[in-house]
């Protein structure tokens, strides 16, 4: 019985840290991304070199599978804890903050040709800067939030973090797909720092943003979305990386749409809320 009981407990252990497993991974995407990212110098051709950005790009995508089953796994084994939330968000730190600072950084400097000055220097380190700390900030309002909050909302109140690492790589993707590394390859470096900072001010800011996954999930209860997942499926079969593109930058204008909607239409409030 003794060994019975110890093995069971063992096999429970195993169990309840499968979702620890499953944040690794995604912090593992992360640190090889940016292992990839390292031998990247002056002598690597421009093809090359966005090869390597692109396969990066793709493994950040990979870390937010991880990063929704490890969240789905601890819910199904009722294996949810702090420490699994302070674990889930250091790894999203490491995936969704400082590897697409370090992929920006090291994209806008090759796409100078590395021969740069030091304000050029200054701008892409400084703007990357404003992406890690927008990240860093973001995580831990969501830290503080998911330890206080017994409900959580349909909704973030700023961009979330994967979904701002989410909108560099598909940046990275555009580049890559339309050429536009080799034909404006200076309009590019200029932009991606630029537009990695509006990212990390969007995810410390009070503009809503959908929940994508819960807003997936839901779909089963509420069948009128499914021809609108159905929509952007084709849009993506059709158009590929620019019809990826076209839904990133929907996804990032729909929180300052719903902000000005609900500014213009305030929801009233029920005699019991009153």
């Known amino acids: 019985m003794k060994k019975s009981s110890a093995f069971l407990h063992s096999q429970r252990k195993f169990i309840k840290n499968i979702p620890n497993f499953l944040t690794i991974c995604n912090s593992l995407c992360g640190f090889a991304a940016i292992l990839l990212i390292l031998p990247i110098h002056a002598g690597t051709s421009s093809d090359e070199a966005m090869k390597v950005f692109v396969i990066c790009s793709a493994m950040v995508f990979f870390a937010m599978i991880f990063d929704v089953f490890d969240g789905f796994a601890a819910r199904l084994l009722n294996a ?83 979904g701002g690492a989410a909108a560099i790589c598909v940046a990275v993707f555009f580049l890559w797909s339309n050429k536009l590394y080799n034909e404006y390859p200076v309009y590019a470096a200029w932009i991606l ?31 009128k979305k499914l021809p609108l997942v159905v929509l952007m499926i084709a849009i993506v079969c059709c158009f590929r990386i620019n019809g990826l593109t076209f839904l990133t930058i929907a996804y990032l204008l729909s929180g300052p749409v719903m902000l000005i909607f609900e500014k213009i239409f305030p929801k009233k409030q029920t005699e019991e809320s009153k």
């Open 80 to 162: 949810v804890s702090l420490h699994g939330i302070q674990m889930d968000s250091l790894s999203d730190m490491v995936t969704f903050g400082v590897t697409p600072a370090v992929m920006v950084a090291s994209a806008s400097k090759f796409l100078f040709g590395w021969e740069m000055n030091f304000w050029q220097h200054a701008y892409i380190y400084v703007l990357c800067a404003v992406y890690i700390g927008g990240a860093a900030l973001r995580l831990a309002t969501y830290n503080v939030n998911a330890t206080t909050k017994q409900k959580s909302s349909d909704k973030f109140s700023g961009l979330p973090s994967p």
């Open 193 to 223: 720092p630029a537009y990695s900072a509006l990212l990390g001010i969007l995810m410390n800011s009070t503009i809503p943003y959908i929940h994508a996954g819960k807003w997936l999930m839901s779909i089963r209860r509420n069948r």
